[in-house]
């Protein structure tokens, strides 16, 4: 299998960064970076929809607030794009800033903010259709946090 | 990632065993069909070692396999074959995969080559218009959530009900169409949600229409059973799965399998391996849903063909029968069966996991159609849009050790992301223009992620599972026009 770094994308130029995307034979991953876990899930969510969209020509026009649960941290942050990903699918909502509520090891609560999806102003990247458990790692040391997850699309 | 280092002893020029000495975990060896060149390329995905992952799974008979098209998954490998006692093993969403009974169904017409050329785009326009596809595409169909319950339960019938297709489709479609045991209120709401809007579309990714010139017949006997008389007619091969109601019944029992892991102290190498004691409500439940996703799929497959006669019908002014639109077969890539098969000369009830694999029964067996009795199931195995695709049958020597198992298409060698570096869309469309292949998507530079140069060769493929005896190859066929979403 083939992993090459596609791109990094800096949140804010010169500062640390939030996420890298990384190729899978079938599919897609992403590595997402935080100071803390709330910052992590955030910079995930961004990730997932820089994938299908261009974030930047995505307004807060709309908020979510959003709960998930799952079974442990790790699961709780594929349970979390999963959440997202049913979002854009049913309800065609498009989202760029994701403010983390709350978060335990097995519950988040997060508002979210987008937009529905206009054809006419939108480019549609790719259709993500899950976040997988595959080669999942969640990492925390001294410096922050890291996880890597496959997207199938 | 580095290459895979693992033994792997040659049986003869087309199977590669993986000893079960290779991994403490493995309950049965891994089988390889490969030849010699591919290896090397498998060995680089490190796609043995999922394999090796798979022989862990409570249960397991006689080999995890491999087929030749085999590329790195998500716990199983796309490509995999798994079979699972009934009484002790389990069963594992991944082992099916996020697009449940993705597969294909190739119709035949009586047109030829000469006679469709001159209005391929026409015909190609018609057929993008009539068959909704595309990211976030809705059907034509309008599916109240009752009839999203029938229509689980009904599979591809639920569709011939309403007049989009015939009572011979269902004959020449895996199952009939339907697969037994479905249970919508296994089925979360938010399935429901997705899957309403997208009955009856083609999708996006991998998924294609495609209008096809028989170049080459292997064996004439077979090929007229199936309606296939000469090079140059016209087939029509249709290639999309259950959308996002299949992605979400996935994801839904995926979770649940988590919880089973650790409820019934499973061990495994990949958390994507998640599963569950077959006989466990875990597992019949998930099994119960995945039915009614298969269900999804077929019923997907049956309108998308009627559109297709439909289109046909309207560009060359006769009806489908006219114009000798018969189905000649559908097929699932991406199921769990319960099936018969001889283990170690004994009769066993399994649980067949084809994850990017093809049922390939033989002639006689009492699940491949009558019209098909004498000559074997239909094997479809579509390749990429630059290259061929080929119609096979089943053998008797998959049957005894394939578990009634074939390939199930080209199999990616370049990631998308790869694939889109180092090619871009708009010349690919150009390129396939130049060979006299029609395209029409709905993303030109989502093209390239589909391009030839990011497969392998369908033909090698072929030749593998055709000299390795567990299917024989009938007939092969190159695009002429091709839709993707």
């Known amino acids: 299998m083939e992993m090459l770094l596609l791109f990094l994308y800096n949140g804010l130029r010169g500062m640390k960064k939030t996420f890298e995307i990384?190729?899978?034979?079938?599919?897609?991953?992403?590595?997402?970076?935080?100071?803390?876990?709330?910052?992590?899930?955030?910079?995930?969510?961004?990730?997932?929809?820089?994938?299908?969209?261009?974030?930047?020509?995505?307004?807060?026009?709309?908020?979510?607030?959003?709960?998930?649960?799952?079974?442990?941290?790790?699961?709780?942050?594929?349970?979390?794009?999963?959440?997202?990903?049913?979002?854009?699918?049913?309800?065609?909502?498009?989202?760029?800033?994701?403010d983390i509520d709350s978060l335990t090891h097995n519950q988040l609560k997060a508002t979210c903010y987008g937009e529905d999806f206009d054809p006419m102003k939108h480019k549609i990247k790719i259709g993500v259709k899950a976040a997988t458990y595959h080669m999942l790692k969640l990492d925390r040391s001294g410096a922050g946090c890291k996880a890597q997850i496959i997207l199938d699309i | 990632m580095a290459r895979w280092q693992g033994q792997l002893i040659k049986i003869d020029d087309y199977r590669w065993k993986i000893p079960e000495n290779y991994k403490t975990g493995m309950r049965v060896p891994g089988l390889i069909y490969a030849s010699k060149e591919m290896l090397e390329s498998m060995r680089e995905e490190q796609t043995p070692e999922q394999v090796a992952n798979v022989a862990f799974l409570p249960g397991i008979v006689s080999y995890s396999l491999a087929m030749p098209d085999i590329h790195w998954g998500y716990g199983f490998p796309i490509g995999g074959v798994a079979a699972m006692d009934i009484k002790d093993g389990v069963i594992s969403p991944g082992g099916v995969g996020y697009d449940i009974n993705c597969g294909v169904r190739l119709l035949r017409t009586s047109l030829s080559e000469a006679e469709v050329r001159p209005r391929i785009n026409e015909l190609i326009n018609a057929l993008f218009l009539n068959v909704p596809s595309g990211l976030g595409s809705e059907g034509k169909i309008k599916v109240s959530q009752k009839e999203m319950n029938q229509l689980m339960v009904e599979g591809a019938r639920w569709a011939v009900k309403r007049g989009l297709g015939s009572e011979e489709d269902l004959d020449v479609t895996e199952e009939g169409g339907c697969l037994s045991g479905a249970d919508p209120s296994k089925i979360s709401d938010r399935a429901v949600k997705r899957g309403m809007p997208q009955a009856g579309t083609?999708?996006?990714?991998?998924?294609?229409?495609?209008?096809?010139?028989?170049?080459?017949?292997?064996?004439?006997?077979?090929?007229?059973?199936?309606?296939?008389?000469?090079?140059?007619?016209?087939?029509v091969l249709i290639h999309t799965g259950s959308r996002g109601f299949g992605?979400?019944?996935?994801?839904?029992?995926?979770r649940i399998m988590e919880g089973a892991v650790s409820k019934y102290g499973i061990k495994l190498p990949d958390r994507q391996l998640a599963?569950?004691?077959?006989?466990?409500?875990?597992?019949?439940?998930?099994?119960?849903?995945?039915?009614?996703?298969?269900?999804?799929?077929?019923?997907?497959?049956?309108?998308?063909?009627?559109?297709?006669?439909?289109?046909?019908?309207k560009i060359f002014g006769k009806s489908p029968e006219k114009l000798g639109m018969r189905q000649i077969y559908d097929v699932a890539h991406n199921i769990a069966k319960i099936e018969e098969h001889i283990i170690d000369g004994h009769k066993l009830k399994v649980c067949v996991h084809r994850k990017g694999a093809t049922r390939a029964f033989p002639a006689g067996h009492e699940d491949t159609p009558r019209r098909y009795k004498e000559v074997g199931q239909p094997v479809l195995v579509p390749g990429d849009m630059g290259r061929c695709s080929f119609v096979a049958v089943g053998t008797q020597k998959a049957m005894s050790e394939s578990f009634g198992s074939t390939c199930h298409g080209?199999?990616?060698?370049?990631?998308?992301?790869?694939?889109?570096?180092?090619?871009?869309?708009?010349?690919?469309?150009?390129?396939?223009?130049?060979?006299?292949?029609?395209?029409?998507?709905?993303?030109?530079p989502s093209l390239a992620e589909e391009a030839s140069q990011a497969y392998k060769d369908i033909t090698e493929v072929m030749d593998v599972v055709h000299q390795a005896g567990i299917s024989k190859k009938v007939a092969m066929a190159i695009p002429m026009g091709v839709i993707k979403g």
């Open chain 2, 247 to 254: 992605h979400q019944v996935c994801t839904d029992h995926l």
């Open chain 1, 22 to 98: 990384i190729d899978h034979t079938a599919d897609v991953g992403i590595i997402a970076y935080g100071a803390d876990v709330e910052e992590l899930f955030s910079n995930a969510a961004l990730a997932l929809f820089s994938l299908i969209t261009e974030p930047e020509s995505v307004e807060e026009k709309l908020h979510l607030d959003l709960q998930v649960s799952s079974e442990d941290r790790d699961s709780l942050l594929v349970e979390w794009l999963n959440e997202l990903i049913y979002f854009f699918d049913v309800k065609h909502i498009l989202l760029n800033r994701f």
């Open chain 2, 202 to 235: 083609l999708g996006s990714g991998n998924h294609f229409l495609e209008i096809q010139v028989v170049k080459e017949i292997f064996d004439s006997h077979i090929a007229s059973i199936m309606g296939i008389d000469e090079i140059g007619q016209i087939l």
């Open chain 2, 410 to 444: 080209a199999g990616r060698v370049l990631s998308r992301g790869a694939a889109k570096r180092s090619m871009k869309g708009s010349d690919i469309a150009r390129e396939l223009e130049s060979r006299g292949i029609t395209i029409k998507a709905g993303s030109i």
């Open chain 2, 275 to 313: 599963c569950a004691p077959i006989n466990s409500s875990e597992g019949k439940d998930y099994l119960a849903a995945m039915a009614c996703a298969a269900n999804y799929a077929w019923v997907n497959r049956q309108c998308i063909a009627h559109w297709v006669r439909e289109s046909f019908s």
